[in-house]
């Protein structure tokens, strides 16, 4: 399949290129150049804010799937600059599914837990009604509505807590702390499931596959994690434990990290639709940490 994946220098984007690197023709966009170029993947620099570049970029390249992972993602950044999060999330993925309608395309639109309001006592499922909170939550609600409004077939994929080798990303925010600080404090009252993108890129692959080329039709939205769930806490003692660091965690309130964004207390996901298709859950974040740690 001739694939474009806009983020291609991001976390989940160059996870996604290297998963799917071999099996299809394979186009990444991005605003700026990767840190490290993948063999055979063609690459274009693009932002997706300007309306008619997105529109000529890609109905150039006339591919027959989208997987649009570009994204503003400073979560308390979105809050002192809301436009910015509105223009790249929202807009940004208007003009990515404009180009969508010229040839059919199909369209992945990759999102976030933070859609919720974190209220719900137990996992989200798929139709449970959004309720973005803060400007970044609420810009990515935004954008998953212009993926409903504008495309036929389209698949939003909501995920969370990701990390991996390719961007900022909280595991690594703990580790550095490790270096210099005798003690952590970390937040014990939001509730999530940490995904390594690796996983989350194998589990799109594998959901492109049974798709069979597109043809039978798995559109709609999927929660896609690792599975279980913890809080930010409990996730920086799995840390601790396993780099096998002599550095003690004590638990703090959201009210005491004083994070400029609002957070939802429970974004557990529950990966109904990829249950109900009877699809082997992902492995357990405790697992995925492991295996991120070691590479
Ligand atoms: N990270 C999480 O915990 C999390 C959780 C749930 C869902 N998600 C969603 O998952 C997706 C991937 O997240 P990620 O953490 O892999 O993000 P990421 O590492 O920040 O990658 C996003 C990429 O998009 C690029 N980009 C930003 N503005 C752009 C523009 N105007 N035009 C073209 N490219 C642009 C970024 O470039 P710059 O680095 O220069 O900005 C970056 O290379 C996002 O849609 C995010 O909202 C993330």
Same mark, same amino acid.
């Given at each position: 399949?001739?694939?474009? %994946? +806009? ?6 984007? @160059? ?14 966009? #991005? =605003? ?14 693009? #932002?997706?804010?300007? @309306?008619?570049? +997105?529109?000529?970029?890609? +109905?150039?390249?006339? *591919?027959?799937? =989208? ?5 503003? @993602? ?13 223009? =790249? ?14 040839? #059919?395309?199909?369209?992945?639109? %990759? ?15 798929? %139709? ?29 994929? &909501? ?46 692959? &594998? ?16 929660? =896609? ?26 638990? %703090?309130? @959201?009210?005491?990290?004083? &994070? ?19 699809? *082997? ?15």
């Amino acid at each position: 399949m001739r694939i474009v %994946i +806009t983020g291609a220098s991001g976390m989940l984007g @160059t996870d996604l290129l290297q998963a799917l690197a071999g099996e299809h023709e394979l186009f990444g966009l #991005d =605003i700026r150049k990767p840190d490290n170029q993948i063999a055979d993947i063609k690459y274009q620099l693009l #932002d997706i804010t300007k @309306t008619k570049e +997105t529109y000529d970029t890609i +109905t150039t390249i006339n *591919p027959e799937l =989208i997987v649009h992972t570009a994204a503003y @993602t400073n979560v308390d950044g979105a809050e002192s600059d809301p436009e910015q999060a509105y223009l =790249i999330n929202a807009l940004g993925t208007r003009n990515v599914a404009l180009a969508c309608q010229r040839f #059919d395309s199909a369209l992945i639109y %990759i999102s976030s837990d933070y859609v919720f309001n974190g209220q719900k006592k137990e996992p989200y499922i798929e %139709i449970d009604k959004p309720d973005p909170q803060g400007a970044y939550a609420k810009s990515k609600y935004w954008g998953e509505l212009y993926a409903q409004w504008l495309v036929s077939r389209f698949m939003i994929i &909501r995920s969370s807590w990701l990390y991996g080798k390719n961007g900022k990303n909280f595991v690594e925010a703990i580790r550095s702390q490790l270096k210099i600080k005798p003690g952590l404090k970390v937040v014990s009252d939001q509730v999530g499931s940490p995904t390594y993108t690796v996983d989350l890129a194998s589990a799109i692959k &594998r959901l492109l596959t049974i798709n069979n080329q597109l043809s039978t039709g798995l559109y709609g939205i999927w929660h =896609i994690t690792n599975s279980g769930s913890c809080s930010w806490f409990d996730f920086a003692k799995e840390i601790v434990k396993q780099v096998d660091a002599k550095v003690g965690v004590e638990p %703090i309130s @959201t009210q005491q990290a004083n &994070r400029l964004a609002p957070r939802p207390q429970n974004s557990v996901l529950d990966n109904f639709n990829w249950k109900l298709h009877e699809l *082997p859950l992902l492995p357990t974040w405790q697992d995925a940490l492991k295996r991120y740690l070691k590479q």
